[in-house]
């Protein structure tokens, strides 16, 4: 009997904690339409997430497309059609690494930096002291970084799909010496503008949930700075583990 006791309890704290995620959804969407509109704070998250983080994503992008290249070819080469490897790449990465992979970059980077800064201004009372002063901490705080992240996790993600291309493409014409119109020509061929415009919608949703996440584990933080440590480390735990859980439903949902 104990054990059904422990898978209650678990149960139990898993539809707190997605109660509690949905609420905070609710209040950061009737915020986020009621003055005063805070755009200094939304820019401000858009250098943050955005701008900060678009040189990991370049690199990752850039060694993921290539290294990818790389092992398909051998694969391909066995049927001699090392002329698929470019398209099959592109597709890869518009449908599922760039969304994915980048999502999992900013979970690392930003959500982990949202968990912590929210966290610590719980512990010191900050978040009690904005209420005292009749500044609501949803809008203030949570708002900005929801929509910065549903916002920018796209653009990130198709600046993922294209370096990623780009560095297959290099790889592809100058080691693999596959003819650049060949390239071209199949990429364009077998890749449709859908694949691309449903990777960015799947990465707005992984902003949505990387945001949620991060400031809600924040937003709740308890004892001090072990709990500042604890918010962080879950919110990138569970920011990852629910977008790959997400992405599967997702897909099976568009394709």
């Given at each position: 009997?104990?054990y059904?006791?422990y898978?209650?309890?678990?149960v139990?704290?898993?539809l707190?904690?997605?109660g509690?995620?949905?609420?905070?959804?609710f209040?950061?969407?009737?915020?986020?339409?009621r003055?005063?509109?805070?755009f200094?704070?939304?820019?401000?998250?858009?250098?943050?997430?955005?701008?900060?983080?678009?040189?990991?994503?370049?690199?990752?992008?850039?060694?993921?497309?290539?290294?990818?290249?790389?092992?398909s070819?051998y694969?391909?080469s066995?049927?001699?059609?090392n002329?698929?490897v470019?398209?099959t790449?592109?597709?890869?990465?518009?449908?599922?690494?760039?969304?994915?992979?980048t999502a999992?970059?900013?979970?690392?980077?930003?959500?982990?930096?949202?968990?912590?800064?929210?966290?610590?201004m719980r512990?010191?009372?900050?978040?009690?002291?904005?209420?005292?002063l009749?500044?609501?901490p949803v809008?203030?705080?949570?708002?900005?970084?929801?929509?910065?992240?549903?916002?920018?996790?796209?653009?990130?993600?198709?600046?993922?799909?294209?370096?990623?291309?780009?560095?297959?493409?290099?790889?592809?014409?100058?080691?693999?010496?596959v003819?650049?119109?060949?390239?071209?020509?199949?990429?364009?061929?077998?890749?449709?503008?859908?694949d691309?415009?449903?990777?960015?919608i799947?990465?707005?949703?992984?902003?949505?949930i990387?945001?949620l996440v991060?400031?809600?584990?924040?937003?709740?933080?308890?004892?001090?700075?072990?709990?500042?440590?604890?918010a962080?480390t879950?919110?990138?735990?569970?920011?990852?583990v629910?977008?790959?859980i997400?992405?599967?439903?997702?897909?099976?949902?568009?394709?």
């Amino acid at each position: 009997m104990i054990y059904f006791g422990y898978i209650g309890a678990a149960v139990l704290a898993f539809l707190s904690q997605l109660g509690g995620v949905m609420l905070l959804l609710f209040r950061a969407l009737f915020w986020s339409v009621r003055p005063p509109f805070r755009f200094k704070l939304l820019i401000k998250q858009f250098e943050f997430i955005g701008v900060q983080s678009s040189m990991i994503i370049v690199l990752s992008a850039f060694f993921t497309g290539a290294v990818f290249s790389l092992q398909s070819s051998y694969a391909f080469s066995i049927f001699e059609a090392n002329s698929m490897v470019g398209p099959t790449v592109v597709m890869a990465l518009v449908r599922e690494l760039g969304p994915v992979l980048t999502a999992l970059m900013v979970t690392g980077r930003v959500g982990s930096s949202m968990a912590a800064e929210l966290g610590t201004m719980r512990v010191t009372e900050q978040i009690d002291a904005m209420e005292t002063l009749a500044v609501n901490p949803v809008q203030y705080l949570v708002v900005p970084r929801m929509l910065a992240c549903v916002i920018m996790v796209p653009a990130l993600a198709a600046l993922f799909d294209f370096v990623g291309s780009f560095g297959s493409y290099i790889l592809m014409t100058n080691l693999l010496s596959v003819p650049r119109t060949v390239f071209m020509e199949q990429v364009i061929y077998y890749v449709d503008f859908d694949d691309f415009y449903i990777g960015l919608i799947k990465a707005a949703i992984f902003g949505l949930i990387i945001a949620l996440v991060g400031c809600y584990k924040g937003y709740n933080t308890t004892r001090g700075a072990e709990g500042v440590g604890r918010a962080t480390t879950q919110s990138v735990v569970i920011s990852s583990v629910t977008v790959l859980i997400s992405d599967y439903f997702l897909t099976a949902l568009f394709y």
